[in-house]
């Protein structure tokens, strides 16, 4: 919706650096601050700009002369307010536009599905495959976990930013590519925890009897020892899945994200920092964010305190 707002000039006719600015609404009420010297011009004068600035609504006005506080020549110059995107927080775009047009409520609903979306499938990938690599190590131990080791660390040497980058520009930005890259990387954290709890667990009594009654390692692993592993599991996920919301969003802000159009928190941020005037670009995005992040470690909170065993356990 075009914008309803005029701006008024006021000048000494010979001399054009002596202006007064004002800005009327569509209900000719002045929007802002009002300077001094509107209040000092003679009634007749504010009847006239008053009434050319409700003709300037709907035709081009051209300037006039009006009569000065003290009696001096006033050019008075109607300009109606351009659209020029992105734009400010409007009736109907409560939010603001952003640089195409396009409303930034709805952007931030969008950009929210595909935040907690990517999260979801990507703290999933990366602990299927740290809680496997993380058994096996743990599980096993000697020089299969010393070599699982060696192998983890050199893997997470790698830059992970580099990567992307260079992947990026050979295949283009898609959410397949992100989705993929990421999880190759994040199932580092999560694996070092389940061989702690793996290597703490093996040598208790209900391993050693499921070892004598002739049921298979990986069915030891994975039926008897991991459900008595899932503390981290449970504890750290909210923390994970935070984090992977964070990760898109700085790499969309930096430009190594999703493909260009998708909405996304991080597009929002980047065009509010070229436009520097757009605070709703960063505002809305950045609530939205904050908003996220809160709930989902809250979220997770209380799936660690309805799940844990021992949250209630005490020493006696």
Do not use: C
Not at 139 to 150: A, E, H, I, L, S
Not at 223 to 231: T, Y
């Amino acid at each position: 919706r075009a914008p309803r707002l005029v701006r008024l000039s006021l000048s000494k006719a010979p001399d054009q650096s002596q202006t007064l600015e004002l800005h009327f609404g569509d209900d000719l009420e002045l929007v802002g601050t009002v300077p001094e010297g509107w209040d000092q011009l003679p009634d007749e004068s504010r009847e006239l700009v008053e009434e050319r600035a409700e003709l300037s609504l709907r035709l081009p006005q051209e300037p006039i002369s009006i009569r000065g506080p003290d009696g001096e020549a006033l050019v008075a110059e109607f300009a109606r307010e351009t659209v020029k995107f992105p734009f400010r927080p409007v009736t109907g775009h409560w939010f603001g536009l952003d640089s195409s047009g396009r409303d930034v409520g709805v952007l931030i609903l969008y950009a929210t599905r595909t935040a907690l979306t990517f999260g979801l499938v990507l703290v999933v990938l990366t602990y299927l495959g740290g809680i496997f690599l993380g058994a096996v190590q743990g599980y096993f131990g000697g020089r299969v976990d010393m070599f699982g080791q060696r192998l983890t660390e050199i893997w997470e040497a790698i830059p992970f930013l580099s990567v992307m980058i260079l992947l990026g520009s050979v295949y283009g930005r898609s959410f397949t590519l992100l989705a993929v890259v990421y999880a190759m990387f994040g199932w580092i954290g999560i694996s070092y925890y389940i061989r702690a709890e793996f290597l703490r667990l093996r040598k208790q009594p209900f391993v050693e009897a499921a070892k004598v009654m002739g049921i298979g390692r990986w069915k030891i692993m994975f039926r008897h020892i991991l459900p008595n592993s899932l503390v981290p599991v449970i504890t750290f996920f909210p923390f994970a899945l935070v984090g992977a919301i964070n990760a898109l969003t700085a790499l969309d802000f930096l430009g190594f994200g999703l493909p260009p159009g998708t909405p996304s928190w991080g597009n929002l941020l980047d065009q509010g920092q070229i436009d520097d005037y757009a605070w709703w670009l960063i505002l809305f995005p950045a609530i939205a964010l904050f908003l996220v992040s809160l709930l989902g470690i809250f979220i997770g909170e209380g799936l660690r305190a309805a799940f844990d065993p021992r949250t209630n356990s005490r020493l006696e």
